[in-house]
Structure formats: C-alpha cells, structure tokens
C-alpha cells in the first residue's frame, strides 16, 4: 500500500499571501468538476474575492483549446474524492485584475510557475511547461466579468505520477523527474505565493519583467513550428507584447490568438504535446 498522501499546506500559504493580498482564503475540493469552472462560477454569483481552489479529483478538468485534462483513473473517485496517490496536482486561483494592458498575462503566468519548480523548465509559447522534450504541466486562463472589472482564473494541471503509473503511450513529463523530493504539497506551497505576486506584478508593470526569463526558457526559438491551421515556420521567439513570431515561407507572422496551438515540427503528429491524459 502508497502511503497515504500529505496533508495541503493552505494555511501556510494563506498565512504567507493574505498580508499583501487582502481577504485571501485558501480551500480544499475532494472533488469538483473542475477548479476553474468552480471559480468562474462563484465569480458570476458575486463571489469574486482572491480564492485558491485545490482539487483532490476533478471529473471534467479542461484544458486549453477546448480540450481536456484529465487528472485521475477511469474508475470513480472515493467517496471523499482522496486518492491512494495523487496523479496530479490541480489548483485554481482566482481574483479580480485591472491591469492597463492584460497582454502577455498567459505568458507571465507560465513564467512564474516555471520559476518556482526548476531552472531547467522550458515553456511551450504560451505557457505549457515542459521538461526533457515532454510536457510536464498546463495552464488554462479564463476571466469573466464583474461589474466593470474582471476576475481572473489560472488553473494549473502538473502531472505528478511516472508515465507506466498513468497508462500512456506516449510519455509525459512528471515532476518527480525534476523535483524527486517534491510532492503535491510541496509543490503547491513553492507555487501560490509566487503565483499571486507575479499576478499582482503583471497588473502593475505588465509582461516586462517576466520577458527575459521566457526569453531562456523559450522551448520553440529557432525550431520548425507547424500552426494549428497547417502553416509552417521556424520560430524566432517573442514581441514585447509576448506575440510568437513565426518565419513563415509567406513572410513574418506574430501569433498573438491563444486559440491557434502550435506544435514543434519534429514531434509531429506525437501526442505528447496536446494535452497528455496526467
Ligand atoms: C492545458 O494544458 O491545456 C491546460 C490544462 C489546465 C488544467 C488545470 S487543472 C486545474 C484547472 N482546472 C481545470 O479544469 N483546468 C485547470
């Protein structure tokens, strides 16, 4: 038998984030459709303060592009929704913005994840994390309004079990390649309280200064690119506004849509670069 997994550190991390981000609350989902659906939920009934939500089981995880992420064995959860050993670690957070500018904020958030796991992360433009050639994690971003602001969403899905454990045949990355010691947990705690600051940092200055360290994690710069709608290229990294920019045979093309995906050529049609069962 696993042993049992650890217990969440959500009131370390309260303690550490509501000083500076007022009203703050941390909670604990045995099982909820998905973290960020819930979040946008409370947020249209007028439930908008900042909200960390943690899934032990989602049962309709999203992902970008309308796809899915699914986080969890075919067979139902327990009745409480814990797991003997957790395959991922599934988290939103939530909380009104009013930056000037929100261009850029999928790739500042993909930064700060990467920044509080591993120097060694890379980040798939916009923002999946990847380790060793294989994705490692996902972040879906979505707002919905309130009143004349908004509130945002970012949820993020790390795989957290070896690709055997998880029945893939094309094999992922799992955080214990990079991290060995580091559990769910664990890494929830190195994550938030960098995640809420960067966020905050993003309303005040914007995508600045997060692009030099997308510049050296950039997992796309000088590879061939193929683009959701068949076009190739070969990637020549980011604008200031975090547009992917793409030599194309028709001349310069900068991708700013998140809803165009974008695959390195040489692992096509591969999988492992959509969103991998975690
Ligand atoms: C992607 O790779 O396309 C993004 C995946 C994001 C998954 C996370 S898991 C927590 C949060 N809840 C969801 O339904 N999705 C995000």
């Known amino acids: 038998m696993p042993d049992a997994p650890g217990p969440w550190p959500l009131d370390a991390i309260a303690a550490e984030v509501a000083p500076w981000l007022t009203g703050f609350r941390a909670e604990l989902l045995p099982s909820i459709d998905s973290t960020n659906s819930e979040l ?23 992902g970008r592009l309308g796809r899915t992420w699914v986080s969890q064995d075919a067979g139902a959860p327990s009745p409480t929704g814990a797991q003997a050993v957790r395959r991922a670690l599934t ?10 500018d929100w261009t850029g904020l999928s790739l500042a958030v993909g930064v700060s994840v990467a920044r509080s796991l591993h120097p060694d992360l890379q980040i798939k433009w916009p923002n999946d994390l990847w380790f060793d050639g294989r994705k490692l994690a996902g972040i879906l971003i ?8 908004r509130y945002l969403v970012v949820g993020v899905g790390i795989n957290m079990l070896a690709p055997a454990a998880r029945g893939l045949s094309v094999p992922a990355a799992w955080l214990g390649e990079v991290l060995p010691q580091c559990d769910a947990p664990q890494a929830l705690l190195r994550i938030v309280p960098g995640l809420a600051s960067a966020i905050l940092l993003f309303e005040l200055q914007g ?20 683009l959701s709608d068949g076009v190739t290229g070969t990637a020549q990294g980011i604008d200031s506004g975090g547009g992917l920019l793409v030599h194309t045979p028709a001349g310069m093309k900068t991708i700013t849509s998140a ?17 991998p069962p975690s």
Request: some cysteine; proline content about 9%; glycine content about 8%.
């Open 40 to 62: 946008m939920r409370r947020a249209r009934t007028g439930c908008d303060g900042p909200t960390l939500l943690v899934a032990e089981a989602q049962t309709a995880g999203r």
């Open 207 to 226: 995508l600045a200064p997060f692009l030099p360290d997308f510049q050296a994690r950039d997992l796309l710069r000088g590879r061939g690119v193929v």
């Open 142 to 149: 979505e707002t919905a309004s309130i009143g004349a602001r």
């Open 259 to 275: 809803e165009v995906s974008v695959r390195p050529a040489d692992d096509a049609p591969n999988p492992a670069w959509r969103n």
């Open 91 to 100: 988290f939103s957070l939530g909380l009104a913005l009013a930056p000037r």
